[in-house]
């Protein structure tokens, strides 16, 4: 034997070691429970564990580094747990463990990875276990009788003594009835929470080594893409330029300077007529634009073609912007909702992909460097959304905005939860009429009871909920407002039923 098969051995010990405390500690925290703050605190030992028992990690730097990025993203979710927090979670700890085997080349190369590893990784458990059957086979038997002698006499003698004290001393026969083993179905479930926990756990422990191409993927795509005749390619442009000048010119008309529309037609349905659409469009021309003007293509050695892209693109980020205005006046017609923050966040996006294109295309840059740029992009606009609570911001925003109570669409408000109970409680404080204030005050016991109600449980307890609520008793005293009584019940807007 040689000198590292007995580190080998232990490194694999204390694998399974920790694989089978973070699957105990997901049974306690996570199974059968409403998500809370246990997600992060599991999340946190997971990066803990894989930094112990995989020291290759502590020691690149890239690996730090993604691991360093897995414990914020553990924090965010302890502090309020969210689905998007929780695949950044994965996907920095994922990352973490690949990096020591592979180098990271382009975020599309790395994305298909991040897929191969999560798909092999699902038989990195059952293959191990295997390796396992198959050494277990391979040695002494004798061994193993060895060990069924030692055990035989202390199991069956403990056992035999322990039936007879269990007769003798009612304290331990009562210990004894208090054990309640689970029912099949409680333990089939608890076996497959188990398994499934193995199979996201254990792979990133041991990987296995997810080959591709040694070549970046985006290499190995641009020169497949199609070369357009340098004739059509003009054409085209050509075209595309005067359609879009016609849309612009008529967002910049009704948009932009505030000038009368049709009769008929009201600024709000302009405003959100095809806002979304729009983005399509822009997406498509981003993406013909990289076609047209790829290195080494007729279209990026024509000069007329680049002065045409360059004018595509700015007329692209025209539209981007009319859309995001668009969207703007819709909500300022309406009210601003969770949905509306995601498109305007997706239309900035949109937007800087479109001048990061123009910038690669006229400073020369590579594809590696033009999707790389765009991931980070996306990277921290994604992890900004999973800090802020889009939300808390949609209702402060809506209350603070709101010239009426016609303006408030209370209903939304109260499905929003946690998220809009400081909001309502300001509401509630400068409400105009009794009605209103005491719509706000009955949305805001409802939500403040039930956010009471979670955080008295420490499976849905959260570190943001908590924050919030106690903000919320400071501000309301000892002494709340009570809602008026509604012998028929209330609607989801808090107004009473009048039968």
């Known amino acids: 034997m040689t000198r590292t098969q007995p580190r080998r051995q232990y490194s694999f010990i204390a694998k399974v070691l920790a694989a089978a405390a973070l699957i105990g500690m997901a049974d306690l925290l996570l199974y059968g429970r409403s998500p809370g703050a246990a997600i992060g605190a599991f999340a946190i030992a997971w990066a803990g564990a894989l930094a112990l028992v995989r020291p290759v990690v502590r020691r690149r730097l890239a690996s730090r580094i993604s691991l360093a990025g897995a414990a914020s993203f553990a924090v965010i979710v302890f502090d309020d747990p969210s689905f998007l927090g929780s695949c950044l979670f994965w996907m920095a700890i994922a990352s973490a463990t690949l990096l020591p085997q592979h180098r990271f080349n382009d975020a599309i190369s790395w994305g298909g990875r991040l897929i191969r590893h999560a798909i092999i990784g699902i038989a990195s458990p059952l293959r191990d276990?295997?390796?396992?059957?198959?050494?277990?086979?391979?040695?002494?038997?004798?061994?193993?009788?060895?060990?069924?002698?030692?055990?035989?006499?202390?199991v069956v003698g403990g056992g035999v003594f322990l039936a007879l004290f269990a007769n003798a001393n009612p304290l331990i026969s009562d210990a004894f009835r208090a054990i309640r083993f689970p029912g099949l179905w409680s333990a089939v479930a608890h076996l497959?929470?188990?398994?499934?926990?193995?199979?996201?756990?254990?792979?990133?422990?041991?990987?296995?080594?997810?080959?591709?191409?040694?070549?970046?993927?985006?290499?190995?795509?641009?020169?497949?893409?199609?070369?357009?005749?340098?004739?059509?390619?003009?054409?085209?442009?050509?075209?595309?330029?005067?359609?879009f000048a016609v849309q612009n010119g008529l967002d910049l008309a009704f948009l932009w300077s505030g000038a009368a529309l049709p009769s008929g037609v009201t600024l709000a349905d302009y405003a959100h007529s095809g806002a979304y659409l729009l983005i399509v469009t822009a997406l498509l021309a981003g993406a013909f634009v990289l076609v047209a003007s790829r290195p080494g293509s007729l279209g990026s050695e024509s000069t007329m073609v680049r002065r045409l892209l360059v004018a595509w693109i700015a007329q692209n980020l025209l539209l981007v912007a009319s859309s995001a205005l668009r969207t703007l006046d819709y909500i300022d017609a309406y009210s601003?909702?969770?949905?509306?923050?995601?498109?305007?966040?997706?239309?900035?996006?949109?937007?800087?992909?479109?001048?990061?294109?123009?910038?690669?295309?006229?400073?020369?840059?590579?594809?590696?460097?033009?999707?790389?740029?765009?991931?980070?992009?996306?990277?921290?606009?994604?992890?900004?959304?999973?800090?802020?609570?889009?939300?808390?911001?949609?209702?402060?925003?809506?209350?603070?905005?709101?010239?009426?109570?016609?303006?408030?669409?209370?209903?939304?408000?109260?499905?929003?939860?946690?998220?809009?109970?400081?909001?309502?409680?300001?509401?509630?404080?400068?409400a105009q009429g009794p009605v209103l204030r005491d719509q706000a005050a009955f949305i805001r016991s409802r939500i403040m009871a039930d956010l009471s109600r979670d955080q008295s449980d420490w499976h849905s307890w959260t570190w943001r909920n908590a924050r919030r609520l106690t903000a919320a008793r400071r501000v309301i005293g000892s002494a709340p407002r009570q809602p008026s009584a509604a012998p028929h019940g209330r609607t989801c807007a808090g107004a009473v039923n009048m039968r």
Not at 130 to 138: E, F, S, Y
Not at 194 to 211: G, Q
Request: proline content about 4%; overall charge positive; aromatic content about 6%.
């Open 192 to 243: 497959a929470f188990w398994l499934a926990m193995s199979l996201i756990i254990w792979p990133n422990f041991r990987p296995r080594n997810t080959v591709s191409s040694r070549r970046s993927m985006v290499a190995g795509i641009a020169p497949s893409a199609p070369d357009l005749p340098l004739a059509t390619l003009k054409l085209s442009l050509l075209t595309f330029n005067v359609i």
């Open 336 to 430: 601003l909702t969770r949905l509306r923050i995601a498109a305007l966040a997706w239309m900035a996006l949109v937007g800087i992909g479109l001048v990061l294109i123009g910038w690669r295309m006229l400073r020369g840059g590579s594809a590696r460097w033009l999707i790389n740029a765009n991931a980070v992009t996306a990277g921290v606009v994604l992890t900004a959304s999973s800090i802020v609570d889009y939300g808390a911001v949609a209702a402060a925003w809506n209350i603070r905005h709101a010239r009426t109570a016609a303006d408030l669409d209370l209903c939304y408000l109260h499905g929003l939860g946690s998220s809009s109970l400081l909001p309502l409680m300001e509401l509630e404080r400068r």
């Open 129 to 154: 276990l295997n390796r396992l059957t198959i050494v277990g086979r391979q040695s002494d038997r004798a061994s193993v009788r060895a060990v069924l002698a030692l055990l035989a006499l202390p």
